[in-house]
């Protein structure tokens, strides 16, 4: 049996409206690195994604069936 470490309190404490304050603030700051870094990380995303002739991008769920021809609809059938 593996013992259960008790969950530390935060070494500082902060109001609910400063937390609100500082996750505006960081978030601030990730939405302008990425704004000012965007090409560099499309690059680095692109880099490591697979090929596409690799991964098909659309799983066959279901047999193919050959396409039928469509009928023509009369006045009376609609």
Known sequence: M?????????????S???????ADALMELA?????TH???IRSYYQSIAPSP????RQL???????RRKRRKRT???I
Do not use: G, N, W
């Open 53 to 56: 002739s690799t991964v098909s």
């Open 2 to 14: 593996t013992r259960r470490r008790k969950a530390k309190p935060p070494e500082y404490a902060v």
């Open 16 to 22: 609910d409206e400063a937390a609100a304050y500082i």
């Open 38 to 40: 965007f090409s560099q």
């Open 75 to 77: 006045t009376s059938q």
């Open 31 to 35: 939405l302008q690195f990425e704004a």
């Open 60 to 66: 066959d769920l279901f047999e193919k069936h050959p």
